[in-house]
């Protein structure tokens, strides 16, 4: 992960911060927010002193999830302009900044969780998230080629000029291989953005995806510099 990645022992130390602060039981908590019926009135103030630090506290959280679906989009337009432009170094930088925005929203997980349970209710449900498509070289149109051909040249001037006759199309078929991986590669990324990362095993996958979108970019690259220089 980034830079910006929050250890483990950070985030529980916060948690537990957290759960000392708000000294009712879950119970009491959702009797004292529910309508205060027989409660004395330390305990509705202490209810509405702690479901207020608790709110506050899950506001901070989706605010974190909220930046990060900002962010991720904003590296995907970065992404698409730099992908057009061939600036590999300037994508693999996005690509590590992806992993900052979404390891700011892992730093949170544990607190909303936590927070959640001591509100007594269950996490927001999540919406139904998009399948995460796996883009293989397989998948990309096929470079046309002379060794290809059903036809038996029988010497290299006639295969040199079969080349020169494909050439064109060869330019063709290697500007759509390239465009099909980048926009494959920021689609990922926005899947993930318009999520805000906050699903750990959907925001992992997708970034994984990316990296190895970008691989495949990469390769197609070289091929294409190895063909037509």
């Known amino acids: 992960m980034g830079a910006g990645t929050s250890n483990g022992p950070t985030r529980q130390r916060h948690a537990e911060e957290l759960l000392a602060a708000i000294s009712m039981t879950s119970s009491q908590l959702a009797e004292a927010v529910g309508g205060f019926e027989g409660d004395t009135p330390a305990m509705v103030t202490a209810a509405i002193h702690t479901a207020g630090r608790a709110f506050s ?8 999830i909220d ?23 300037d994508v693999a930088w996005e690509l590590a900044a992806l992993d900052t925005v979404s390891a700011r929203v892992r730093s949170t997980d544990q607190t909303r969780m936590l927070l959640n349970r001591v509100l007594g209710r269950e996490e927001p449900p999540k919406g139904v998230l998009p399948a995460i498509r796996h883009l293989a070289e397989s998948d990309l149109p096929r470079l046309p080629s002379s060794y290809a051909d059903e036809e038996v040249f029988d010497d290299f001037v006639a295969m040199s000029a079969r080349e020169d006759e494909l050439a064109p199309e060869l330019r063709e078929t290697h500007a759509k291989r390239l465009d099909e991986v980048a926009a494959h590669l920021v689609l990922v990324v926005r899947q993930a953005a318009a999520a805000g990362f906050a699903d750990e095993a959907f925001a992992h996958e997708s970034i994984r995806e990316a990296r190895q979108a970008h691989l495949l970019w990469r390769r197609c690259l070289a091929e294409r510099t190895r063909q037509l220089g």
Do not use: Y
């Open 57 to 64: 506290e899950l506001d901070a959280c989706d605010a974190v």
């Open 67 to 89: 930046n990060a679906s900002e962010g991720g989009h904003a590296i995907a337009d970065r992404l698409g302009a730099l992908l057009a432009a061939e600036a590999d170094e």
